[in-house]
């Protein structure tokens, strides 16, 4: 059975900065994962995908907004997937959750993940 499950979130002051994890099981991380978020009365949007090119190749993919804020990276040994976020807006507060994919799409695309985890929730004070 294929379980995600995120932590790392919290309340922190504008500028400061985050790194979220999102621990699998039942799969490992050679797929397509991402992180997605969702702000109180928003829609969930993309922040970020990884998708794996080959032996040990992978593709990121970044939501515009993200202007070299954000890096999504992964631990193999640990089958940990992390989001790291670096000077941190009020308008980044919201839940963020992790995804990962059962088929090759990998789109910043909520469509094509089709494992999701219960989210952690980030809040930034200015």
């Known amino acids: 059975q294929v379980q995600l499950v995120e932590s790392g979130g919290g309340s922190v002051q504008a500028g400061g900065s985050l790194r979220l994890s999102c621990a699998a099981s039942?799969?490992?991380?050679?797929?397509?994962v991402g992180w997605f978020r969702q702000a109180p009365r928003k829609e969930r949007e993309a922040v970020a995908t990884m998708r794996p090119l080959g032996s040990a190749a992978y593709r990121y993919d970044y939501a515009d907004f993200v202007q070299g804020r954000f890096t999504i990276s992964k631990d193999a040994s640990k089958n940990i997937v992390y989001l790291q976020i670096d000077s941190l807006k009020p308008e980044d507060s919201a839940t963020y959750y992790c995804?990962?994919?059962?088929?090759?799409?990998?789109?910043?695309?909520?469509?094509?993940?089709?494992?999701w985890g219960n989210g952690t929730l980030v809040t930034i004070s200015s």
């Open positions: 039942g799969f490992t991380y050679r797929r397509c």
């Open positions: 995804a990962a994919a059962q088929g090759i799409a990998c789109r910043l695309d909520s469509a094509d993940f089709d494992y």
